[in-house]
């Protein structure tokens, strides 16, 4: 489960790189459950908490030890965003053991123990799901650790992504050039999303990739994805990895992940452990 030198070269020339249906139907069953779960214990907690506050008009409710960020269209109760999930759920604490998701970011990061730095999931409802606009991650962490050149994502897919449904997209080789500026004068936010002056969109690449399907992208890699206009949903998770020793982005605290002998195997529900093990 290591990255191959294929992988290798996609990372280092494109800055990202495919693992196709990784999950299989029963795990994906489980993990689209928990999406639920999550989604309503964070939709009630954020009904009732105090603290929301709007950016260029993006909603956001603090709750349940989490940020939830609700869709654009005014008075929308629909919830776009939450991050951190992981602790909501235990399918999803154990998913950031998964020695699937933890072993190729031990080459990713480079070194051979990594710790979660981030996780969030992205809903994306049918015909309400809005786009991301292009961006790099790099920008908003650069001023919350010092090590934001070894912060891998892989986004793990839910639900068959096509260019309907408003499928991750990534701008090839963008990655290269590191922090590239922002969009000055547009808002608050603006700074957070890449200049078009900055990179080719030429060089985009909309991911079509069945349900399961892992994307590793480079924290530097210039990204976004269009609304989804279709009758399907398009959920995804995306966990961000960083070397052990550090805490979270926004808990106060290091999770360790996995690492040998994967400690958490005994304990994970029973389809994704079984899977991890005919895999190893």
């Not at 604490?93 to 933890?102: F, I, S």
């Not at 969030?120 to 790099?138: A, C, M, T, V, Y």
């Not at 991911?207 to 989804?228: K, Q, Y």
């Amino acid at each position: 489960m290591r990255v191959r030198e294929s992988e290798r070269t996609a990372w280092a020339e494109d800055g990202f790189f495919l693992r196709p249906s990784v999950f299989s139907a029963a795990e994906l069953a489980e993990l689209r459950r928990a999406a639920e779960r999550v989604a309503a214990q964070a939709g009630s907690a954020a009904a009732d908490a105090p603290g929301g506050y709007e950016v260029d008009g993006n909603r956001y409710q603090p709750a349940a030890g989490s940020l939830v960020q609700y869709e654009h269209a005014a008075g929308s109760r629909t919830l776009r965003v939450v991050e951190p999930f992981h602790h909501l759920d235990p399918v999803f604490d154990a998913l950031v053991d998964d020695p699937r998701l933890v072993q190729p970011m031990l080459d990713l990061v480079g070194c051979e123990r990594v710790s979660l730095w981030t996780d969030k999931i992205n809903l994306k409802r049918p015909r309400e799901g809005s786009g991301f606009d292009w961006h790099q991650d790099s920008p908003y962490w650069n001023h919350a650790c010092d090590h934001v050149d070894r912060l891998p994502n892989v986004m793990v897919s839910l639900d068959d992504a096509r260019a309907a449904n408003g499928c991750f997209r990534v701008v090839r080789g963008s990655h290269r050039r590191g922090i590239l500026p922002g969009r000055d004068g547009e808002g608050t936010l603006g700074p957070l999303f890449t200049h078009p002056d900055h990179f080719e969109l030429a060089d985009q690449v909309a991911i079509e990739a069945p349900a399961g399907t892992l994307i590793f992208f480079s924290p530097h890699s210039v990204h976004g994805s269009e609304p989804n206009r279709s009758d399907e949903p398009r959920r995804a998770l995306v966990l961000t990895f960083q070397p052990a020793g550090h805490e979270m982005f926004k808990i106060p605290r290091e999770r360790l992940a996995g690492g040998p002998p994967w400690a958490a195997q005994a304990s994970r529900p029973a389809a994704l452990a079984n899977s991890a093990r005919s895999s190893s």
